[in-house]
C-alpha cells in the first residue's frame, strides 16, 4: 500500500463544475504538498500547508491532521485547469518528499 | 529571480552512453532534491543535496548513477551507461531551508530517452 493515495485517478468535468481530489497518506507528517504538472511540463507548487486550510483564487486546499486527509478543491473549473494534480507529503524525520500518484483532471468546455 | 532551471529539457541518448542533467537552484537556494518520474508512474526521490554535500541518497540506484552539487555551478545528476529503463522525467526542486515546512520550487524537468 502506497503512504500517499489520491483519489480519483482519472476525473473529466464540464466548465464550471466544482471539483474534488482527495489525498489519504499514512505517515506522520510536516507538510502536505499539492502540485500542478501539466502534460509535458514542470510541477507547479499550488499549496504547502500543515493544519486548517488555505485558498489561492479558485483553488482551496484543506487538511484534517486527525484523519489524515486532505482535499483539493476547485470552484467554477474552467479547461485551463486541465493538469495533473499531485498531493506530496514531508514525513517526519525525513527531508524528501513522498509523493501519490496523481489526480489527472480534464475539463471539458 | 530565475526560477529553478533544468537542462537540457530533452535528452536522447543510445544505450550505454552517459546522460548528465544539470540543475541550477534559484538564487539564494542552497538545497537541492532530485526526484524520478517513471512512464505512468509517481514522482519518487532519489537524492538530497546541500553545497559540496550529498545529505540523503537513499532513493539512488546502486550503480550507474551519481550525484554532485559543487561550490561553483550547478547540481549534476549523472547517469553512467544508461539502459532502456532509464527513460524518464527528471526534476529538481531547491528550497531555502530543509524540505519540511518549506515550498519547494521545481523545475522543468528533463525528458531522457534512451534508445
Known amino acids: 500500500k502506497n503512504e500517499v493515495e489520491q483519489s480519483p485517478q482519472n476525473l473529466t468535468a464540464q466548465e464550471g463544475e466544482f471539483i474534488t481530489i482527495n489525498c489519504s497518506y499514512s505517515?506522520?507528517?510536516?507538510?502536505l504538498h499539492w502540485l500542478q504538472q501539466h502534460p509535458g511540463g514542470g510541477i507547479v507548487s499550488l499549496f504547502m500547508l500543515s493544519s486548517g486550510k488555505k485558498k489561492h483564487g479558485r483553488l482551496i486546499a484543506t487538511i484534517n491532521i486527525q484523519e489524515k486527509h486532505s482535499s483539493l478543491h476547485i470552484t467554477a473549473s474552467h479547461p485551463r485547469d486541465s493538469a495533473v494534480y499531485i498531493c506530496a507529503v514531508s514525513a517526519h524525520n525525513t527531508d524528501k518528499l513522498i509523493f501519490g500518484t496523481g489526480t489527472r483532471l480534464q475539463v471539458f468546455p | 529571480n530565475a526560477g529553478v532551471m533544468q537542462n537540457p529539457r530533452h535528452l536522447v541518448r543510445r544505450r550505454g552512453q552517459e546522460a548528465r542533467l544539470r540543475c541550477s537552484p534559484m538564487?539564494?537556494?542552497?538545497?537541492v532534491y532530485w526526484y524520478r518520474q517513471l512512464p505512468e508512474e509517481g514522482l519518487k526521490f532519489m537524492v538530497y543535496l546541500q553545497k559540496e554535500n550529498i545529505i540523503d541518497e537513499s532513493g539512488m540506484p546502486k550503480e550507474r548513477f551519481s550525484a554532485e552539487f559543487p561550490k561553483e555551478g550547478p547540481s549534476i545528476l549523472r547517469i553512467q551507461q544508461v539502459v532502456r529503463g532509464d527513460s524518464a522525467a527528471y526534476f529538481c526542486?531547491?528550497?531555502?531551508?530543509?524540505?519540511?515546512?518549506?515550498?519547494?520550487?521545481f523545475g522543468q524537468g528533463t525528458r531522457l530517452t534512451v534508445v
Open positions: 505517515v506522520g507528517i510536516s507538510a
Open positions: 538564487k539564494g537556494h542552497s538545497h
Open positions: 526542486a531547491s528550497s531555502p531551508y530543509r524540505q519540511p515546512n518549506t515550498e519547494a520550487f
